[in-house]
């Protein structure tokens, strides 16, 4: 009687320890493919900072662009401020318009990616290379959006382990303060071209005021 039961013992304390060993080997597993999508992310990252640059890094194709943002954090700017939703209900034209006045506007660190159906524009966050700003359109003006752009999981704004650093704080809600600000302007200056009635008097005031 005792034979069969110390067979099946074995038997039991193998069948867990190849449970463990697989778990083991699916924990490891998971621990390299992170690390490999991390390093994968972080050489992305650099190429959108530096890529056609006077520098070895080639500047990003729209493709790899699309990957890495599978591999970062993106918040929408409209939880910052509700009025951006309007951006969605913009024409295509008006968003040709948009993407060619941020290129004046933040000519140092405006990018650029596209394919024939989208057009991924980047503002670089001059003070705190960890975050950019991105507006997504597509050619036929059907999706729009503007969005934070974090290269690692945030916590309040910030990477988790620098969090406590102030002055990333400050120059991340600068950078997205300073791209809503110009939208939020920019929007409320279309609408006063296409309300012709309310412009003469505008700029009529504008006037009396100097």
Aim: glycine share 4%; net charge negative; aromatic share 10%.
């Amino acid at each position: 009687l005792s034979t069969p039961s110390a067979a099946s013992q074995v038997v039991l304390n193998t069948t867990i320890m190849d449970e463990q060993m697989e778990g083991l080997k699916t924990h490891f597993e998971n621990i390299v493919k992170a690390a490999q999508s991390h390093v994968r992310r972080d050489e992305l990252w650099k190429r959108v900072l530096y890529g056609g640059l006077p520098t070895s890094m080639h500047l990003l194709s729209c493709a790899e662009f699309q990957e890495l943002l599978q591999l970062v954090t993106i918040s929408p700017l409209e939880h910052f401020d509700p009025k951006l939703t309007a951006l969605q209900k913009q024409t295509k034209r008006w968003y040709r318009d948009f993407i060619l006045a941020l290129e004046e506007r933040f000519n140092d660190s405006f990018k650029s990616f596209e394919n024939s159906t989208d057009i991924y524009t980047v503002i670089i966050n001059e003070g705190w290379h960890d975050m950019f700003v991105m507006l997504i359109s597509d050619r036929d003006g059907h999706q729009q959006g503007l969005y934070a752009v974090y290269r690692k999981p945030k916590e309040g704004g910030i990477p988790y382990e620098e969090r406590n650093l102030t002055a990333n704080i400050e120059a991340e809600q600068q950078h997205i303060s300073d791209v809503i600000n110009f939208a939020c302007c920019y929007l409320w200056v279309s609408v006063l071209e296409d309300t012709p009635s309310l412009s003469p008097r505008l700029r009529n005031g504008s006037r009396n005021e100097k």
